[in-house]
């Protein structure tokens, strides 16, 4: 059994798995090279042999216990078949969802628009390199991607003014991606993968209407995943009330931002825990990198909990103290 199924199933305290969130990405000089000549990212997504190539490279520097497949949340959207573009020094750019008929979207189509992401998990399933590894899949939540479809651009400076206007497009894209956001966890179980997470980045946007936006649409694709037999892995960043969340959604795992303290989560919440550690820390030093990670992995010694960071590793974060940060897991006492 892997050491993130023995965390997940036996409730086991002792090891303690390890995996970064955005390992497979630009703080690695071998992702960068590739990247340079591969301008289009879209594009890049849609090559399972550089793919896996990407997926691969932390796996082989650091030996992470899970392999987290090098695509993006914002595919769904490309499946269903509204342009994305990601542009340099920009971030994503979505197209017009006017050009899109939303009542005719054809489940054929979207499998076939992404049939190289599933590709990749076929490719990976039984890759050497991951022996005794997990092989994660991810979707965003409904959420997440209606903010990006609608927005057009990241919402990292807030929502659009006229964001809520149209009532009647939220409730049918809402619609919309639960039955495609299923469609595509079906796809990546049925072709490998062995985890689901569930991304929703823009959860701590939502000030209202929450059973709407957060809980009952992250509850559908949770109920669907565990009867494919698989983990589900929940991140509502930012929200204010992870044991709330926990309660109604119940995912096998709670993945924690950097805004939760680690010691009132253990008090509140029974399912095993992920993450929390603020990705800024990797920015620091050696010193302070072990005694942050130290102080994680103690607050978590009986409970089962596997380590990540509270939102992605940051682009600027150096080789050695991943690999610092890993010595430090797997040695710790
Ligand atoms: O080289 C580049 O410029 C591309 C950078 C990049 C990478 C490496 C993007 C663009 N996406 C990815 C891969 C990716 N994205 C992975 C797989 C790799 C891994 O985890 O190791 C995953 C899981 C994602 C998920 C993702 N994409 C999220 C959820 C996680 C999070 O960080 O909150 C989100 C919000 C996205 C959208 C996205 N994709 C890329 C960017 C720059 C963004 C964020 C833009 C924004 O600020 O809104």
Request: net charge neutral.
């Amino acid at each position: 059994m892997t050491p993130i199924k023995e965390c997940l199933l036996n409730k086991n305290t002792k090891v303690k798995p390890v995996w970064l969130m955005r390992q497979a990405g630009r703080y690695l000089p071998e992702f960068r090279e590739i990247r340079k000549k591969n301008t289009d990212f879209i594009k890049l997504c849609l090559n399972p042999e550089l793919s896996k190539e990407i997926t691969l490279q932390p796996i082989k520097r650091f030996g992470f216990d899970a392999a987290v497949i090098f695509s993006d949340i914002l595919m769904v959207p490309y499946g269903i078949g509204q342009f994305v573009e990601f542009k340099k020094n920009f971030g994503p750019q979505l197209g017009d969802l006017n050009n899109i008929n939303l009542d005719k979207i054809s489940e054929k189509e979207f499998t076939d628009n992404l049939a190289p992401v599933y590709k990749l998990l076929e490719n990976l399933k039984n890759d050497s390199n991951l022996i005794g590894k997990d092989l994660i899949g991810f979707v965003g939540a409904p959420w997440t991607l209606m903010v990006y479809m609608i927005n057009k651009v990241s919402p990292k400076n807030g929502l659009k003014e006229n964001f809520f206007e149209n009532e009647e497009l939220i409730d049918k894209l809402l619609d919309v991606l639960d039955q495609f956001i299923k469609l595509h966890i079906k796809n990546q179980v049925e072709s490998g993968a062995s985890i689901i997470q569930i991304f929703d980045s823009w959860a701590g946007l939502i000030n209202d209407k929450f059973d709407k936006f957060l809980y009952n649409p992250t509850k559908s694709l949770v109920n669907y995943t565990k009867q494919l037999g698989v983990p589900v892995i929940c991140f509502p960043r930012n929200i204010k009330d992870y044991p709330k969340f926990c309660n109604i959604v119940n995912p096998d795992v709670i993945s924690i931002d950097y805004n939760v303290d680690p010691r009132s989560i253990i008090d509140e919440i029974s399912i095993p825990v992920q993450g929390g550690l603020d990705p800024d820390i990797l920015l620091s030093d050696k010193k302070n990198l072990r005694q942050k990670v130290s102080e994680y992995l103690k607050i978590f010694n009986s409970h089962p909990y596997i380590f990540n960071l509270g939102h992605g590793i940051l682009p600027t974060t150096e080789i050695d103290m991943v690999e610092e940060l890993v010595k430090v897991v797997r040695e710790f006492k």
